[in-house]
């Protein structure tokens, strides 16, 4: 009867999640009249409604240079942001990070890469989960000390991945993956954006509550399996 019922729940869960799942580099997003939550490069701020497109661009730096890469996604869309060719580059540097642009506001910087010691296994940020906020559609850093912000994945020990404990924590931050389990496309950063806050109408953006890190707390271990298969690469 407990196999049914877990079965039952991880069937209904999964038909809720998925359908808001998108990648953006595979899904094609009309973006020639974008919002601009954060500031467009005129330096002016439009308000957003949900499934409205937007751009982001992510910085990655490995202390030497830095690239920018943009992407245009849509408002209250979980979407998933996948920088093919990205490892070298990354593993150039044991310091190297990842910055989230929105307009002119920018994250707070994340490390890519564990820090080398003679005893421990090196690894990597296997994927990084970013929750923007919008006051009434838009980016507010008066109200929100920080409106994109990095959801950290470690356990409250900062030693594991909460989403799989066998899984290493890097820099006590995010879930990360050992060097020597994995390959270089592996390697390339990964980033998943949901929203949060409300639009420009009001009504309340939902998809940070699909990020896979919310679900630890459910008791349906068969279930929380699945979101792992979600977000690791293959």
Not at 39 to 51: E, L
Not at 121 to 139: K, P
Not at 213 to 232: K, P, W
Request: aromatic content about 12%; overall charge neutral.
């Amino acid at each position: 009867m407990k196999i049914i019922y877990l079965l039952g729940a991880l069937i209904v869960l999964l038909s809720v999640i998925l359908p808001h799942v998108k990648s953006a580099d595979t899904t094609t997003i009309d973006c020639t009249k974008p919002c601009w939550p954060g500031m467009d490069p005129q330096g002016k701020q439009t308000s957003c409604t949900t499934k409205q497109a937007t751009k982001l661009v992510v910085e990655l730096s490995n202390n030497e240079t830095s690239k920018f890469y943009p992407f245009c996604v849509l408002v209250d869309e979980l979407s998933e942001l996948t920088l093919n060719g990205t490892s070298s580059f990354m593993n150039a540097s044991e310091n190297s990070t990842v910055t989230l642009w929105v307009g002119s506001f920018s994250s707070d910087k994340y490390y890519y890469r564990s820090v080398k010691t003679v005893s421990s296994r090196e690894s990597f940020t296997m994927y990084y989960t970013v929750g923007i906020q919008l006051s009434s559609g838009v980016l507010n850093s008066t109200s929100v000390s920080q409106p994109i912000k990095f959801v950290e994945n470690c356990d409250s020990a900062k030693v594991a991945c909460s989403l799989d404990l066998t899984l290493p924590c890097v820099r006590e931050k995010q879930c990360g993956m050992y060097y020597d389990q994995s390959t270089e496309k592996q390697q390339d950063v990964k980033v998943f954006i949901s929203w949060t806050g409300t639009d420009t109408t009001g009504t309340p953006l939902r998809s940070y509550g699909l990020l896979p890190s919310n679900f630890r707390y459910l008791a349906f271990e068969n279930y929380f399996n699945q979101f792992v298969g979600l977000i690791t690469p293959q």
